[in-house]
Each structure stands twice: as structure tokens, then as C-alpha cells.
């Protein structure tokens, strides 16, 4: 099945036609950061303290995880691992600047998720009083003032997020990046296929519909939408491009790697599991 993009980028240093991207491979690599950053957030985070403070995980669903044991550093676990996420995946990709396009592009779209899905979390926990962080701040006195701070802090880690997110992503295409419609592809072509895939498990899960499905399409398409703003953010920061501006080419093993992770989330972890062991 052939899947590429029309237009050429030709914006690398030596003057070199960089390519076409391939709109699969965006879409497979779209997906699988997808469930890799919810995974990271609910099985890695929640899960690994839940067992180490003797709990036992009773469900893990596409968008929570539930404990018999409840713990402060449990709730906070889940958040925390995606901004260490997003940090490592930082650090592998400045440590990686001739790596393929492909899994330089993973490794940016990892960052982008982790770190902007943690900060917009903060911010809507703070206003609605719903998820981990608002757990937190519930037991405090002046709840509701914590929780403004959640917002501000939240807004002000998603820029400056955002300003970090805008310069690798300079690094990783050079100036060919720049150009609306491949950053209308990099950015938009994997954060709506997500939010298909997000949908697809946020309808089965036992959590309640409305609130899963707000929540799969506000980690994904809100994602993608903030990121068409790069081009401004960027421009206040010029860094020098990678060695060779990323292209993503045609792949079966990163697509077949989706299509596998997709159906195993949307039809395993969708309608929610026990793995208490009982």
C-alpha cells in the first residue's frame, strides 16, 4: 500500500531534495507513541507503586488504573513517569542526531506527547477537580487555591514545553519543517490517528463514556492542534538543524508494529482488565 505525502522537502543545508514523508509511517509511529505515553502514565506509573506499596492493580482501562491500595505517591507516579518520559526521550534524541528519520521522529513525537499530555493534565485537573493531581490537592487546606496553581503551573509548563517541543523539531527537519503543510503532516497525521485509536478503546471502557472519550480526544487532537504554532515559537530560538534533516520513509515493521499495539489496546485494555490475579 503505498501511503506518501506529495509535497518534496528540499530545505537541508547542502541543497538536497530531502523526500517525501510517508503519511503511514506517520500514522503507525502516531499510534504507537499514543499507547506508549497511556501505558507509561497507567501501567509503568500507577501500576509500579501500586505493586510496590502491596497493592493489587483491580483495573487498568485506556485512560485509568485502579488500586486496592491508594497512596499519594501512587497517584502522583502516573504523571511523574510521563514528564521522565518525555525528559528521557529529550535526551535520546539530542544524543541521536543521525539515527534514521524514522525513529528520530518517534523519539520527537514521544517527547511531544509525554511532556504536552502531562502539562495540559495539570492544567485540567486543576480547573475541573478531576484526575491525580486534583487527588492530591484534594486533602489540602485551600484546596481550591492548590488547584489554581495547577492551572497556572500547568499553562506555563505546556509553553514552555511547547517552545522546547518547537525547537527540536527545527532540529530534526531544518528549514523544510517550516513549510505549513509538512508541519500540518507531521503534526496533524499522527495525533488524529491516535485519537482514532483512542476513540476505538475510550468507547469500550468501563469508565464512563463521556469523560473517556473527552479525554482520548484532548490527549490527541488538542496535542496536534498546539503543535501548528512551532513555526512562531521557533522563530524566537533558531537552533542549527540536525546533520541530516529527518524524512520518514515507507516502513512495514513500524506499521505492522501499530496495527498489532492498536487492535491489543483497543480490544484488551479498552474494555478494562483485572490483573489482580484473582
Request: without cysteine; glycine residues 10%; hydrophobic residues 65%.
Given at each position: 500500500?503505498?501511503?506518501?505525502?506529495?509535497?518534496?522537502a528540499t530545505g537541508n543545508p547542502g541543497g538536497e531534495a530531502i523526500g517525501r514523508d510517508s503519511a503511514l509511517t506517520i500514522m503507525a509511529i502516531g499510534v504507537l507513541v499514543y499507547v506508549g505515553s497511556t501505558m507509561l502514565h497507567e501501567a509503568v506509573g500507577h501500576g509500579t507503586l501500586c505493586l510496590a506499596t502491596g497493592g493489587r492493580i483491580t483495573l487498568l482501562d485506556p485512560l485509568g488504573m485502579r488500586c486496592s491500595v491508594v497512596t499519594p505517591a501512587m497517584v502522583a507516579a502516573g504523571p511523574l513517569a510521563n514528564l521522565a518520559g518525555g525528559a528521557l526521550a529529550w535526551l535520546a534524541l539530542r544524543k541521536a542526531p543521525r539515527a534514521s528519520g524514522n525513529a528520530r521522529y518517534f523519539l520527537w513525537l514521544s517527547m511531544v506527547f509525554d511532556l504536552l499530555i502531562a502539562a495540559g493534565y495539570m492544567v485540567v485537573s486543576g480547573a475541573t477537580g478531576?484526575?491525580?493531581?486534583?487527588?492530591?490537592?484534594?486533602?489540602?487546606?485551600?484546596?481550591?487555591?492548590?488547584?489554581?496553581?495547577?492551572?497556572?503551573?500547568?499553562i506555563a509548563l505546556y509553553y514552555g514545553f511547547l517552545r522546547l517541543v518547537a525547537v527540536e523539531y527545527d532540529r530534526l527537519t531544518s528549514h523544510s519543517g517550516a513549510a505549513p503543510a509538512r508541519?500540518?503532516?507531521?503534526?496533524?497525521?499522527?495525533?488524529?490517528?491516535?485519537?482514532?485509536?483512542?476513540g476505538a478503546a475510550a468507547a469500550l471502557s468501563p469508565?464512563?463514556?463521556?469523560?473517556?472519550?473527552?479525554?482520548?480526544?484532548?490527549?490527541?487532537?488538542?496535542?496536534?492542534?498546539?503543535?501548528?504554532?512551532?513555526?512562531?515559537?521557533?522563530?524566537?530560538r533558531k537552533q542549527e538543524p540536525?546533520?541530516?534533516?529527518?524524512?520518514?520513509t515507507p516502513s512495514v515493521p513500524w506499521t505492522l508494529a501499530a496495527l498489532v499495539v492498536a487492535a491489543v489496546f483497543v480490544a484488551v485494555i479498552g474494555p478494562g482488565i483485572d490483573l489482580s490475579g484473582r
Open positions: 500500500m503505498a501511503a506518501e505525502t506529495g509535497a518534496t478531576f484526575g491525580d493531581w486534583a487527588v492530591l490537592a484534594a486533602p489540602l487546606a485551600a484546596a481550591w487555591v492548590w488547584r489554581a496553581g495547577l492551572v497556572l503551573a500547568g508541519l500540518r503532516r507531521l503534526a496533524l497525521f499522527p495525533t488524529l490517528a491516535a485519537a482514532v485509536v483512542a469508565t464512563g463514556k463521556a469523560t473517556a472519550l473527552e479525554l482520548a480526544f484532548g490527549t490527541t487532537v488538542v496535542v496536534g492542534v498546539s503543535l501548528l504554532a512551532i513555526p512562531d515559537l521557533v522563530g524566537r540536525a546533520p541530516t534533516p529527518a524524512r520518514i
